[in-house]
């Protein structure tokens, strides 16, 4: 792990590069730029809540009762996991050509892949911060530990991005069965609706096997409710979190001398 950390130390200006030429690529030619990076989460929030609140009077949440807050503060996070593992996903793939001209630690590419969402992320932050100011939303203390919940998605991504980079060199029906998981895992994920709303203790401890629930309960818990989790909370995030950049480290090094032959 110490020269793995090292190398990426090496390979920094190499990740700043990569991450400034993707954000550049994302917004090229259009007019708003990063704007939409801010403009995107509300616009669907919009649409979102008009559906669901207002054409099918869903109710957000017992303790949130605002359901743009709800709603914006699970997207956010989603939105980042997807789009995140999603790039790692196709990340190897996609640079081959350079993989094959020069050497560079190839895990640095699924890796810039995150880095690229969590920037993407932290600006579209910003739409949060608009919306609280708009529906006058108190502002807790506990907010300023936003950062924590973050952090523990964003190594969740870099181990699922991992695994999925791998898995992709070699079979690449990865990419379209992941693209429908990815529907799947919203619906499954309290982003619309309160799992609290449930009855059925089975389904409540089913979906609580599904990290992005702790990730995003966290996240509202510290930006909106104004509660600090306790240690359980942080514990299944951390951990959670470690065990999928494990199984993702050991799995990219084992097979990443054969990606190679493959791409």
Known sequence: MKERIQTMFRYRFLL?????????????????????????????MVVITTVFQHVLKVAGSKEITDFAIFYLTGSLIYNFISESTGGALNSIVQYSSLIKKV???KYIFPLEKCMFAFVNLLFSLIALVIMFIIRQTPIH??????????????????????????????????????????????????????????????????MKLNPLYHYITYFREVAVIGRVPGLEANLICLLSGLVFLVIGLLLFKKFQDRFILYI
């Open 103 to 105: 050497y560079i630690p």
């Open 141 to 206: 203390w506990t907010i300023v530990l936003f950062p924590i919940p973050l952090l523990y998605a964003f190594i969740f991504s870099v181990g699922l991005g991992l695994i999925l980079a791998t898995l992709n060199v070699f079979f690449r029906d990865v990419g379209h069965l992941y693209s429908v998981w990815l529907t799947a895992w919203m619906y499954a994920t309290p982003i619309i609706y309160d799992i609290g709303n449930f009855s059925n203790p089975a389904l409540i401890f089913v």
């Open 16 to 44: 700043q590069d990569l991450t400034m030429r993707d954000l550049r690529v994302k917004y090229r030619r259009s007019v708003l730029g990063m704007l939409w990076s801010i403009l995107n989460p509300l616009l669907m």
